[in-house]
Each structure stands twice: as structure tokens, then as C-alpha cells.
Nanobody, 115 residues
Framework: QVQLVESGGGLVQPGGSLRLSCAAS????????MNWHRQAPGKQRELVAT???????SYADSVKGRFTISRDNAKNMVYLQMNSLKPEDTAVYYC?????????WGQGTQVTVSS
């Protein structure tokens, strides 16, 4: 059974940093694209960052230069390093692994940026 579990969320002051992790189990995800999405209260879920199976990355304009996505295929892990956090980054963050015909989501981890 496939399972994705996020961790690393919490409360941080503006300007601070957090590192989110997503651990996957149940199959080999080396060929999968890995994403981080987020959903703020009252807003639609949005794509934050993507890393391809080959390691190419892309980011939403709102986080470019502040967030870094990375993956460890040997451990079936994806990470999101978040620096210079802003109150508008407050949201539940979800990891997503997908390939043709398959998509898997984690349960989410709360990130709150507040003084």
C-alpha cells in the first residue's frame, strides 16, 4: 500500500526557515515527478514546486528564490527547504508523487508564519 507522510511543519516567525520532508513507501518512486502544493484557508490548492525524475526543478513565482525542492531517490523522499518565510506562506503543505496513470498525495503538514 502506498503511503506519503509529510513532516517538518510548524510555527515560525517571518524571515525564518523550515524544511519539510515527505517520506513515501509502498513502491519505487524513482520515475515519478514530485511536487509540493499548498492550500491556505479559503483558497484553492496551488502548486509550489516541482522536481522531475531527472532532477529538473520549477517553482511558483511567489516562492522563487526562497524555496528549494530536492529529492533522494534511494530513500523515496522529497524535501522543501523554505527560507525567508512570509505570513502569506501560511498554509497546509502537501506532497504529491505522480506518473502516468498514478497520483499519490500526503495528508498535509501545517506551516504557520506569524510573529
Amino acid at each position: 500500500q502506498v503511503q506519503l507522510v509529510e513532516s517538518g511543519g510548524g510555527l515560525v516567525q517571518p524571515g525564518g526557515s523550515l524544511r519539510l520532508s515527505c517520506a513515501a513507501s509502498g513502491r519505487d518512486f524513482r520515475g515519478y515527478v514530485m511536487n509540493w502544493h499548498r492550500q491556505a484557508p479559503g483558497k484553492q490548492r496551488e502548486l509550489v514546486a516541482t522536481i522531475s525524475s531527472g532532477g529538473s526543478t520549477s517553482y511558483a513565482d511567489s516562492v522563487k528564490g526562497r524555496f528549494t525542492i530536492s529529492r533522494d531517490n534511494a530513500k523515496n523522499m522529497v524535501y522543501l527547504q523554505m527560507n525567508s518565510l512570509k505570513p502569506e506562506d501560511t498554509a497546509v503543505y502537501y506532497c504529491r508523487f505522480w506518473n502516468i496513470g498514478f497520483t499519490y498525495w500526503g495528508q498535509g503538514t501545517q506551516v504557520t508564519v506569524s510573529s
